[in-house]
């Protein structure tokens, strides 16, 4: 390998550059100007490429420099200040990286897994649970009686649509596999997937799970035990887990503090990590608890890891602290006169809410715009003139 490198020296160069060139956190640069940790868990692993293309580019060196490396103590400190330029990011980043002690997937591997019936069939949400269950089902063995399939048509050999297929194509496919006495369990449904499914097939909800099946055909239902969900979100809370590809996880914690929500009721993790808080949050809203659901969004917007959540969860905490916000103000006593300032303060917290990734949030403007009618409230211009250039709509609430 190293004579094929020596006689292709200067192609072998440009590859390295190249590879270097086309990796993503340099076209991140290029094609995006936003960041956050998320992205950079993602590109450490393509990294991976230049890292190995810089590995062969010091073994090039060093294998052609090696009738001189004899004699010369330049080129030995040279050569072994390049190993120790690649190793010592390597070395040093190691136990960050290492998740032999991260119980995280194991857990969830054992709360999908185990209460899955003898020989059933579990369709795969999406990525956030594909490496977990398919790594612990197809390369460890466990639950190797369990079939797994994807819910979006790919990745999975037994497919039984393709990715692209029309809803009626996969419906007839998933209508076979119902009739041949199987079931279809998932614990979360994608939409074009549940678009697919027969509104006749024999629908069951219970513990977590949904399961599908012929209308006759009995099958076992399975049941997560609410314990071991408890014990998820302590070692979560505790810290125990690592925060490592963090952004998938939050989706997987999240299904697990609905579920313990509905079961239970509270747990501290509610009031720690903020994908739980917003939901929680809103399930006081819902039972009328005004000022302790105002509490939590506000927390939610002055948390450090607030940029990472999606849009649609930025815009739901502040349309949300907006309604609730107001709905206190007109509980307390008093006139307009004495709300005036209230309603003035949150304005100034919802109104960053309007630009959001790059664009006017027409919805809340108009929401806005709305309680603006309802009551008169003078909004001074100081508050939203710097929005102006951003979000021209609100010209109409001054």
Same mark, same amino acid.
């Given at each position: 390998?190293?004579?094929?490198?020596?006689?292709?020296?200067?192609?072998?160069?440009?590859?390295?550059?190249?590879?270097?060139?086309?990796?993503?956190?340099?076209?991140?640069?290029?094609?995006?100007?936003?960041?956050?940790?998320?992205?950079?868990?993602?590109?450490?692993?393509?990294?991976?490429?230049?890292?190995?293309?810089?590995?062969?580019?010091?073994?090039?060196?060093?294998?052609?420099?090696?009738?001189?490396?004899?004699?010369?103590?330049?080129? !030995?400190?040279?050569?072994?200040?390049?190993?120790?330029?690649?190793?010592?990011?390597?070395?040093?980043?190691?136990?960050?990286?290492?998740l032999?002690?991260?119980?995280f997937?194991?857990?969830? *591997?054992?709360?999908?897994?185990?209460?899955?019936?003898?020989?059933?069939?579990?369709?795969?949400?999406?990525?956030?649970?594909?490496?977990?269950?398919?790594?612990?089902?197809?390369?460890?063995?466990?639950?190797?009686?369990?079939?797994?399939?994807?819910?979006?048509?790919?990745?999975f050999?037994?497919?039984?649509?393709?990715?692209?297929?029309?809803?009626?194509?996969?419906?007839?496919?998933?209508?076979?596999?119902?009739?041949?006495?199987?079931?279809?369990?998932? *614990?979360?449904?994608?939409?074009?997937?549940?678009?697919?499914?027969?509104?006749?097939w024999?629908?069951?909800?219970?513990?977590?799970?949904?399961?599908?099946?012929?209308?006759?055909?009995?099958?076992?239902?399975?049941?997560?035990?609410?314990?071991?969900?408890?014990?998820?979100?302590?070692?979560?809370? !505790?810290?125990?887990?690592g925060?490592? !590809? !963090?952004?998938?996880?939050?989706?997987?914690?999240?299904?697990?503090?609905?579920?313990?929500?509905?079961?239970?009721?509270?747990?501290p993790?509610?009031?720690?990590?903020?994908?739980? *808080?917003?939901?929680?949050?809103?399930?006081?809203?819902?039972?009328g608890?005004?000022?302790?659901?105002?509490?939590? *969004?506000?927390?939610?917007?002055?948390?450090?890891?607030?940029?990472?959540?999606?849009?649609?969860?930025?815009?739901?905490?502040?349309?949300?602290?907006?309604?609730l916000?107001?709905?206190?103000?007109?509980?307390?006593?008093?006139?307009?006169?004495?709300?005036?300032?209230?309603?003035?303060e949150?304005?100034?917290i919802?109104?960053?809410?309007?630009?959001?990734?790059?664009?006017?949030?027409?919805?809340l403007?108009?929401?806005?715009?709305?309680?603006?009618?309802?009551?008169?409230?003078?909004?001074?211009?100081?508050?939203?003139?710097p929005?102006?250039?951003?979000?021209?709509?609100?010209?109409?609430?001054?």
């Amino acid at each position: 390998m190293f004579l094929i490198i020596q006689k292709n020296e200067k192609r072998c160069s440009i590859s390295i550059v190249y590879a270097f060139l086309s990796s993503s956190v340099i076209l991140k640069l290029f094609y995006r100007n936003e960041y956050n940790p998320h992205h950079w868990e993602i590109h450490q692993t393509f990294n991976l490429v230049p890292i190995v293309m810089l590995c062969l580019d010091v073994s090039r060196t060093v294998y052609s420099g090696k009738s001189k490396l004899r004699n010369d103590y330049g080129k !030995w400190c040279e050569a072994i200040g390049g190993i120790f330029a690649v190793l010592w990011p390597l070395l040093n980043n190691y136990e960050e990286h290492n998740l032999k002690k991260d119980s995280f997937p194991e857990d969830v *591997m054992d709360l999908i897994l185990n209460p899955l019936p003898l020989g059933s069939s579990y369709f795969v949400h999406g990525s956030e649970e594909f490496g977990i269950l398919a790594y612990a089902n197809l390369v460890e063995g466990k639950r190797s009686d369990v079939k797994l399939y994807s819910q979006n048509g790919v990745l999975f050999g037994n497919r039984l649509f393709y990715a692209g297929s029309s809803k009626e194509k996969t419906q007839n496919h998933l209508s076979q596999f119902l009739e041949s006495g199987d079931a279809i369990y998932a *614990m979360e449904l994608r939409p074009e997937f549940k678009a697919s499914l027969d509104p006749n097939w024999s629908l069951v909800e219970t513990g977590g799970f949904r399961m599908f099946k012929s209308v006759g055909v009995l099958k076992k239902v399975p049941n997560i035990n609410i314990d071991a969900v408890k014990m998820l979100l302590d070692r979560w809370n !505790w810290g125990i887990h690592g925060i490592r !590809w !963090w952004k998938f996880r939050r989706v997987l914690l999240l299904r697990f503090c609905r579920l313990y929500m509905r079961d239970q009721g509270y747990h501290p993790v509610f009031d720690t990590d903020p994908t739980c *808080m917003l939901h929680y949050a809103l399930q006081l809203k819902q039972k009328g608890m005004i000022k302790e659901s105002e509490e939590r *969004m506000k927390k939610l917007i002055a948390n450090p890891d607030y940029h990472l959540f999606d849009l649609t969860e930025e815009i739901a905490i502040f349309r949300n602290l907006l309604h609730l916000s107001v709905e206190r103000v007109n509980r307390l006593p008093g006139g307009l006169n004495e709300k005036l300032l209230k309603y003035r303060e949150i304005l100034k917290i919802v109104l960053p809410g309007t630009i959001i990734n790059r664009q006017c949030h027409n919805e809340l403007i108009e929401e806005i715009i709305l309680i603006k009618k309802q009551i008169e409230v003078k909004i001074s211009e100081n508050i939203i003139k710097p929005f102006y250039g951003k979000c021209p709509k609100l010209e109409k609430i001054r």
